[in-house]
């Protein structure tokens, strides 16, 4: 009888070592299946997180899907991808960068079943594998499905195409930068010239979003070509004195003035020429529109006080034509304005448009020059430097002098825009023809004289504007009969006031 009880409980034991062996074979089994993921037929690649997830739950990336219906999985998944598609993605080569978004790069994921692959773990199958599910959950940590996240190739080319713009460059020498002292320079480096290659740089993106990007903000370093810059330190360290400069002042009253003088001298400070290169005004400064900054200034066309984009910006060609003229550079281009203007003698200004006129000059020294410009309490000044080779004992100045003139006409003008009761009076000017000359003493003794231009500017009409807008037609008439007649008492009668309104000085354009 013992012997019976013990082949028993040998059996038993026997038994219950079968049981763990199948088990533990079966868990095995179940591991390797999900491994290659061809339970259900899915593509998904499971991982297990022990510590900083839910350890009886299951994930889909960073979602616990564990008690989600599939509605609710597929929003929470919907809403990471949305994400995701707002990351930054930065761009770089050679030392330069652009950014963009994931979405951008149409970003997207491959395993379209993962939500019915995460809900479906320990839901389907035999009852053994659905044991072993559950029982891997609770003693091994959480099941993570990744996501196989994809980029649409036609849109990172779209991508690379917009980018690339920003990244470009041509190769840049060494420059100059001012210190504070306003005496000595600072030699930035050389910068590579950078030239993307496009389709191994979306090829190298696709690769990275693909295979190594998980979320958050990332970087690419695209295929580039990248040409060196040629050294010019020691070029650029000739530049050590003020070879002219040129200083004018303005009404910082008047604001859209003083925005368009101070945005147009921040354009041209700092620009380096090297010897033989030339300057543009309309190219450095760029458009005067309201894009890029500038504000309606007052200015004078046609008997009429309007605001135009840009006014004031030919005070800062002006001065700059100054300091040009006492550096002594040979001038390419430059145009006088129409009138007369207030801040510069005749023949010492040059006026820029961004459709036809241009200020132009060249390095014409053996050195690099520099371009300092500022405005400071209400004046604009440029100062241009380089390698000194004059002469000390010789100088030069400037005069101008006036050839002809040609006395204006007084107007009487009716400006069906303008509130009746008004009455602008617009001084007038004579028109001038001028020359500039160039004087050159040795020792502070005059030696010589060179014509370096010829200026003609048109008369401006003394005008009187009545306005008339909302008067009556019988106000209107007797108003255009004055005018007919140019007659001030007569407009002002017909006004019916005995006072000018307003007295306007022409603006310099």
Known sequence: MRNQKRRKLIAVIAIILIVLMVLSLALAVVRAEDAVSDSEGMDTAITVQKETRDKNAVYIENIDVTNMSQTQAEIALRDHMEKLSQDTIVLTAGGRSAETTAGALGLDYSNKGVVDEA?????KGNVLKRFLADREISTEGPIVLDLNLTVDRAKVTEVIR???DEINSAPKPNSLLLNEDGKTFTLTK????VQINEAESVSKVVSYMEKDWHGGKGGVTLDAQLTGAENTEEALKQVTNVLGEGTTQFDTSNEGRQTNITLATSHINGTVLYPGEEFSSVYTI??????YGFMPGASYAENRIVETYGGGVCQVTSTLYRAVLESELEVTERHNHTMLIHYAEPGMDATMSDEALDFRFLNSTDAPIYIEGFVEDGSV?????GHETRDPKRSISFESREISRSDYDTVYLVDENEDFGTLQEITG????QAELWKIISIKGEADSEEKVNTSMYSPMNHAYIA?????????????YSAATQQSVGLLLDAIGTGTMAQTIEVPDD
Do not use: C, Q
């Open 381 to 385: 000044t440029f100062r241009i430097y």
């Open 467 to 479: 306005g008339v807008r909302g008067a009556s037609a019988d106000t209107v008439a007797a108003i």
């Open 286 to 291: 760029g458009p005067t529109t309201e894009e």
């Open 190 to 193: 050389t910068e590579d010239g």
């Open 162 to 164: 917009e980018k690339k």
């Open 119 to 123: 809900l479906s773990i320990g839901k």
């Open 429 to 432: 000017e004579d028109g001038v």
